[in-house]
């Protein structure tokens, strides 16, 4: 089976960067994923793809050395079952409030007997090769979104659920619950530390930890606190900030 890159990169404790795709379109998926990422999410959550347009996402991602990874829109049964089959290589759940919620997950996205997964990985196999029932398992990435006051507070009991390889840190939402709106998240210390927190509690358990940041420098910054997986932008951020820079130097000559 293809190995996944993230966790070999998390095997040499080292961090993964990561694209994120909003817009259902397998041309920026794929321009993304050429950039020299060492992952690409393609966000069903927030982002306009579905579960009927993911397979062309993927297979758009599948030209280039990025890793495949879908943030789930809700992380249901049916939902994981689909996107694992169509071909990803790294689930990111949302909302995960309670380690009941985080096992009911790792079992949707797991084999038997870890968990309750049907068999029919139709181009997923085109896609990882010979030996997907006996790698698949230990070869795809769950993670559990940690971005509520309730998920917060029952972050030990999450991170202790079996086969949940990593959280992964929601800064707006997490802002929202402490009662911040969504922003520079350096602006607020209550929240970097919370954040601290998360990144401390899961490394004395060997899980990792991914975070979404504003841009570069963010991204930077967290790399050098420790987390392990770090996202510098989505693809409708990172226009806007250019064109906002271009039409700033046009105006300004």
């Known amino acids: 089976m293809r190995p996944n890159s993230v966790k070999l990169l998390w095997s040499q404790n080292k961090t993964a960067s990561c694209g994120w795709v909003s817009c259902d379109s397998p041309l920026i998926a794929e321009t993304m994923g050429q950039s020299g990422l060492d992952a690409v999410v393609v966000d069903m959550q927030h982002g306009m793809t579905d579960l009927q347009s993911l397979p062309a996402m993927l297979t758009a991602l599948a030209t280039t050395a990025a890793t495949p990874f879908v943030r789930l829109a809700s992380g249901a049964p049916a939902e994981v ?3 694992l089959d169509a071909g990803t290589y790294g689930l990111i759940c949302p909302l995960v409030n309670t380690a009941e919620q985080a ?4 079992a949707s996205a797991s084999y038997p007997p870890r968990g309750g997964r049907s068999f029919g990985p139709f181009r997923a196999k085109y896609y990882a090769g010979d030996g997907y029932l006996e790698h698949a398992n230990d070869t795809i990435v769950t993670m559990a979104m940690i971005e509520t006051s309730e998920g917060f507070q029952n972050l030990e009991a999450i991170l202790a659920v079996e086969g949940l390889d990593a959280v992964f840190v929601g800064p707006a939402d997490l802002a929202l619950n402490f ?3 969504p922003g520079p998240e350096q602006a607020y210390e209550p929240l970097e530390q919370a954040m601290a927190t998360i990144l401390e509690q899961s490394h004395k358990v060997d899980k990792h ?3 979404f940041c504003s841009n570069g420098a963010g991204a930077a910054l967290r790399k050098s606190q420790g987390f392990d997986l770090v996202v510098p932008s989505n693809d409708t951020y990172a226009l806007a900030r250019l064109l906002n820079a271009d039409i ?3 105006n300004g000559a």
């Open 103 to 106: 096992e009911a997950f790792v």
């Open 248 to 250: 700033g130097l046009i």
């Open 179 to 181: 009662g911040y709106p």
């Open 209 to 211: 930890v991914g975070i």
């Open 81 to 83: 079952m689909k996107a």
